[in-house]
């Protein structure tokens, strides 16, 4: 028959094991967790699985027309504002007993930097830019992919090198071109990385997304100097008071334009991200120079969700880059069906024209 302290040492070795089991199952651990603490994490969960379904549920979205998309897009930013202030309000409790990683909290962030990113394609108000690239800027400046490289998880790394890309496409949109530079050699250390650790059939995807970047910036090249040499980037969008004088005899307010769709449909050409260079420089001759929405935030230093900036009257725009017939008439049609009385549609074509033998490919590009 053992003895007292041989029962003990029994007893305490279970109890050592049932430990260890309920830290890494999490059955049973329930019991120890405060009731505020177990209703935060519950809340978080349900907040983070309704954030996903909304934010898969943009890609059934129609990409035209002005209506169909406003309200779901609403109804996407209040979950994920909500969520965003949850887990800022939350994180001793979430990182303590959800175990918070702060990839995950990296992941909403970039999330919410697409939103703003779509919702400025969506109504080409170049505000919505600045605030994606606040976003986008906090993730990388708070390093929350940082620990993902000492995962042994490639699909962790791929989120990693897919921010990156939408990082830069925002910041060559807001010709931040000696940021662009930089984002461009961080990204290409990782991908070096990622295909070393990794034995992954998408390493020539992500080498030929290196060298479209690296073409497109070297495309794009309009700097001018200052009297000390630096280097300035030219915008081509509208700045205020900026506006070209009316010709003589024209009336203001006679028509507008509300529309635009700019389609690339070249066989060789600059691009980046399915936007062509010319693409590129046509809408942002459209729009009106961004706004920092940061700077009316009650609380300067914070990164949150702003509400709407005031109204500016921009084309909206469609980029559409190699499209099919069918769909290039699909929002075509659509454009012109939703074109408000005394209206303009402005269609821009850039394609490889169809020429007799003989004639080179440079001299059959058509642009409309």
Not at 256 to 285: H, P, Y
Not at 332 to 347: Q, T
Request: hydrophobic content about 35%; proline content about 4%.
């Amino acid at each position: 028959m053992p003895s007292v302290s041989e029962r003990s040492a029994v007893m305490l070795q279970k109890s050592k094991s049932l430990k260890k089991k309920t830290a890494m199952t999490g059955v049973g651990a329930e019991d120890d967790i405060p009731l505020c603490e177990r209703k935060t994490v519950t809340d978080f969960c349900y907040l983070l699985d309704k954030s996903k379904q909304l934010f898969n549920g943009l890609r059934d979205l129609p990409q035209y027309g002005h209506k169909q998309w406003q309200s779901y897009f609403g109804r996407t930013f209040d979950v994920y504002t909500k969520l965003w202030k949850f887990q800022q309000q939350h994180r001793q409790v979430l990182d303590n007993r959800y175990g918070l990683k702060r990839w995950q909290i990296g992941e909403v962030a970039s999330k919410i930097g697409q939103l703003y990113y779509h919702y400025y394609l969506r109504t080409s108000e170049t505000s919505y830019l600045n605030e994606a690239f606040s976003f986008y800027s906090a993730i990388r400046q708070r390093s929350y992919y940082h620990q993902v490289n000492k995962e042994d998880r490639p699909e962790l790394v791929v989120k990693k090198l897919r921010y990156y890309a939408r990082f830069i496409v925002v910041c060559l949109l807001l010709n931040k071109m000696d940021l662009v530079k930089v984002l461009v050699k961080e990204l290409s250390e990782e991908i070096e990385d990622y295909t070393q650790r990794f034995n992954t059939e998408d390493q020539l995807e992500w080498n030929l997304v290196l060298q479209e970047v690296a073409a497109f910036v070297e495309a794009d090249p309009l700097i001018i100097l200052n009297d000390d040499n630096s280097g300035v980037v030219i915008s081509n969008r509208l700045q205020e008071g900026g506006m070209p004088p009316l010709e003589q005899g024209m009336v203001v307010g006679q028509l507008t334009l509300a529309d635009a769709l700019i389609v690339g449909n070249c066989n060789n050409q600059v691009k980046f991200s399915e936007l062509t260079i010319d693409m590129f420089r046509m809408l942002q001759a459209l729009e009106r120079e961004p706004v920092n929405l940061a700077t009316q935030s009650s609380k300067p230093g914070t990164l949150e969700p702003n509400e709407k900036p005031a109204k500016r009257e921009n084309p909206h725009k469609y980029l559409l880059y190699k499209p099919t017939f069918s769909q290039l008439y699909t929002f075509l049609s659509a454009s012109f069906k939703e074109l408000p009385a005394n209206s303009v549609l402005l269609v821009y074509l850039s394609a490889t024209g169809v020429f007799p033998a003989g004639r080179s490919e440079c001299e059959g590009t058509l642009r409309h």
